[in-house]
Each structure stands twice: as structure tokens, then as C-alpha cells.
């Protein structure tokens, strides 16, 4: 069983989708790790480390010679597996919903594509969540960039010189990273406020001692679809969460959006004339900016002026924070082939839960219900 390991080559990328620690346990299970020269550079881990931690290194052809499975942060492009075996799974993350022609790709190479955002949301798939573990380090990122951005305090200071105010703090969608990030801005000493579709996070912000800032006035409103994600909600709640968002953002300093709902553009949060009605030096990151953005005007990697607000917004946030990125990405990855693992066969052998819920393609087609529909 050979897993090769690639530099990942989308601009920007840093990440590593193993570390020394998961390729010691790999190696455990019986595995050979094969890893392309430099991939973990970004995420200051050297060849070197590699090599210590038992695998070997080489150029991407080397690396890929034969493998059984290939690991990535992003899907490589399937010219770099040429030499991979036959049916070779390569673990990732593909964004499927949005590169149709890559997963095709893949197919028509007779690769075995498994789409790590596609996780089923299950308690025992936790472990193996990269967009958990990914979102909360970007929930945390957004946070401190904002603060970073934000040319006066987060926490209420008093001097000799006179108090400073404590920044107000307002977060909209309530998921993994927004959670991390009330938990950020709180420890920094913020005054927090935060919102959601979903009525269940209500008591998860009070817990984290931030407020709830929710639309009442609107009746029927859950907005939990499947797994714990989002729906898309009507146009009535659209219009009376408008009118909320606008009364509240006004009197706010950052803003932190991480609305999201799978497989559509991400739900546009903050019009310009909300924007407008912001104090100057206000910041606002928008965490869904490569989605299609929260924010209107919002553009990935260039910090946008208007109206005297710095709107933020990466295209990779996690990716920002590349060696804990890493790290946790790595283990979910392990987490995933580790529990499938067959000892007598000498490899994973995946169920019909999870292993359909990620496969894209197999024997040439693609084979997931979800790209299906
Ligand atoms: P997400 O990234 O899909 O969306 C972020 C947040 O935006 C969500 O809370 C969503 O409700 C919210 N949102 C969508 N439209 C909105 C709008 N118009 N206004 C305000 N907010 C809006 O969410 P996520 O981080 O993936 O988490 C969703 C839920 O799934 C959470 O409850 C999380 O705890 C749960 N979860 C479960 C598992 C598991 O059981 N394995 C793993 C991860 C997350």
C-alpha cells in the first residue's frame, strides 16, 4: 500500500495533507509514505522531518509511482497521477458542485475521487471533518485579521490617560467558525453579538456569553436543513432579517460574516447601504467572500475601502495558519483511512455510510448521487 503526498500547486496554498506525526502512522499500519520535495515547506515542515518520520522523498513522478492512494489539500490535477495504479483513490477536497469538468476528469482517468467535503455529518465521520477542523481555525483567523485591520482596541481599557471603549463585535452565521470566532473575540475582550437561521444556535451563543440578535417577528422559522446545515429562507425572513441586520450594524465596529448554504452561492448578507451606515474605520471580514461573498463588494485577497469600512475577506483563511491547518487536515485524513483499514487485506476498504457519501467517481463514471441530482 503506497500513499503519495504532492506539493500542492494552487496559488496560495501552503497546506500539507500530511505530517510527520500522520506518516508515522501510516507507516504503522503497514503503508509506504511517498511525499514530492518541498510539500511541506509552507507549513514549516522540512524534507528533512519527513525523511525522519519514515517516508521517503522525491519529485512529484517519483512520489506518485505506483501509489495506491494519493493525498491532497486541494484535488491535484490528474496529468501529475499518470503514474499513480489503476483506480488509485486520491482523498481530498474537489469542491464538486463547482469543478463539474475536474471530477469528469478524474473519471475519464479511471481515478477513484473522495471528496472530503462530502463527510456525512455523523458523530463517528467527526474526527474526519476537514471542513470542521478548517473552519475553526478560519474562525479564529477572521478574527484576529479583523482586530489587526481595526485601528483602535478590542477590550475596554482603563488609563491614566482616559478609557478606552471596548469594540463591538457582530457575528453572522453561527456554524463551526462562527462559533470560533465569538469564542476569539470574546478572549480578546470584545463586546459580542451574533446571529443565525437556525433557532438552535441561540443557546450556543448565550453560552459563549455573546448575544443573540435573532429575527422574532417572522413565525416558522428553523431554517436547519439536513446535517445541521442552513436553508435557504423566504423572502419574508430575507426582508425582516434586512431590517434587524441594518438597525444593529450600524452601531458595530467589526463584522464577521460565515453564512453559507451548501451547493448554492453563499446567502448576500450586507448590502452597500448597510455598509454606508457603518461608523468610519469600521472592519468587516467576510469568510464566505470565495462563495460568492456575504458582503456586497467584497473581493478575495484585496482589502476593499467603502464608505470608510475595510471590507476583508481571504480566499483560503485557514490556509493563513498553515501548520495547525495541516496538522488537523492531516489527521482528518487519517482518521478517515485509518478506520476503514482491513488488516488482512492491508488496506482500507471503505463502507457503504461514508464511502458513498465521499466517491465521486469509480470505473470510469461518476458515481456520487448528490452530483447525480
Ligand atoms: P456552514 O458553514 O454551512 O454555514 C455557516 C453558518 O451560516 C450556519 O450556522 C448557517 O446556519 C448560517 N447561515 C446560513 N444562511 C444564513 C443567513 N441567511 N443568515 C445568517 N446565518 C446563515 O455551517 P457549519 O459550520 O458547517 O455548521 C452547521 C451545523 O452543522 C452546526 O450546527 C455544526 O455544529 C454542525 N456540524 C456537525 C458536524 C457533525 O456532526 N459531524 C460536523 C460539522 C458541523
Redesign the pocket.
Known sequence: MRIAVLTERASGEERVAATPETVKKFIALGADLAIEAGAGSGASISDQAFVDAGASVGSAADACKDADIVLGIQAPDPVLLAGAKPGAWVAATFDPFRNGDLVQSYAKQGLEALSMEFMP???R??SM?V??SQ?NLAGYKAVIASADAYGRAFPMMMTAAGTVQAAKVFV???????LQAIATAKRLGAQVSA????S??KEQIQSLGAKPIFVESVEGIE?EGS????TE?SEEYQKA?AELVSEHIAKQDIVIT?????GRDA?R?ISDAQIASMKDGSVIFDLAVSQGGNVEGSRPDTPVEKHGVTIIGYSNTAGHLAADASALFARNLFNFLSAFWDKDAGKPVLDEEIGDAVRLTQGGKVVNERLKG
Open positions: 455529518r455523523i458523530t465521520a467527526q471533518d471542513l470542521s473552519s453572522m452565521g453561527v456554524g463551526v467558525a462562527g446571529t443565525d437561521v437556525r438552535a444556535t431554517g446535517g445541521g446545515y442552513a429562507m432579517q460565515t453564512a453559507l448554504i451548501p446567502p448578507l
